[in-house]
């Protein structure tokens, strides 16, 4: 089946400060959707990418799928400490493969 | 609307009982997903239901977790007997497939404890 890499699992970064994470796919994807999950909280669905280099904005999270469509990146933009929580990609097909997620702390 | 509702929210259990957790999807939501979530392991699926049939239990750990979907607003799933390890956070998902989108929608969870 499919897998998605997210390395590393954990990053800290200052208030302030942009923020990059990769999810990684050895195969091609269909599509791929990025999660969040505040602490303590339950998932929450932010984006699906569908086509081969596409770009999607929120606010100050860029989503970009890549031209093999086998990674994808999340960016933020001067982080807050509201973005604190773990992103989780997940390759999307009859059902979702998560990958083991990224936990941002953000530093005020 | 309400989104994905699941009880208990907590629960603590002895070793060697039955637990029966609860979630009443999304309505017009036709998939349903139940998963688990650990420190060590991360969020895997356990199983998913589409129209109320099971599609997929291969993420079932052992023969002592069940999970049915007696209609399309109401999934359970039984851990009999309960064992420490399946100490967790299960997650109960909804969604409903379509041209351009299969999103999931997650309730809130129930955190399980057996000591």
């Not at chain 1, 997940?90 to 990224?102: D, M, R, V, Y």
């Not at chain 2, 002895?14 to 957790?21: D, H, K």
């Amino acid at each position: 089946g499919q897998q998605v890499m997210q390395i590393p699992q954990y990053q800290h970064v200052q208030e302030g400060e942009d923020f990059t994470t990769y999810c990684n796919s050895s195969t091609t994807l269909s599509n791929i959707q990025w999660y969040k999950q505040r602490p303590g909280g339950h998932p929450v669905f932010l984006i699906q990418l569908v086509k081969s280099g596409e770009v999607k904005k929120q606010k100050r999270l860029t989503f970009q799928f890549g031209e093999a469509k086998k990674n994808s990146s999340l960016h933020i933009t001067a982080t807050q400490t509201t973005d604190v929580g773990t992103y989780f990609c997940a390759a999307s097909g009859s059902k979702l493969t998560f990958g083991k997620g990224i936990t941002l702390s953000v530093r005020p | 609307d309400a989104g994905v509702i699941q009880s208990p929210r907590h629960e603590v259990t002895e070793m060697g009982q039955e637990v029966t957790l609860r979630c009443k999807p999304i309505s017009g939501h036709n998939s349903l997903f139940w998963y688990r979530q650990t420190m060590m392991r991360g969020l895997e699926l356990l199983i998913y239901f589409n129209n109320n049939v099971p599609i997929d239990d291969s993420g079932m750990p052992e023969d002592r977790f069940s999970a049915k979907m007696p209609n399309a607003s109401f999934s359970t799933l039984k851990i009999q007997p309960s064992e420490p390890r399946d100490s967790a956070v299960y997650f109960c998902a909804s969604s409903f497939p379509r041209t351009g989108g299969n999103e999931q929608y997650f309730g809130p969870g129930t955190r399980l404890t057996v000591t």
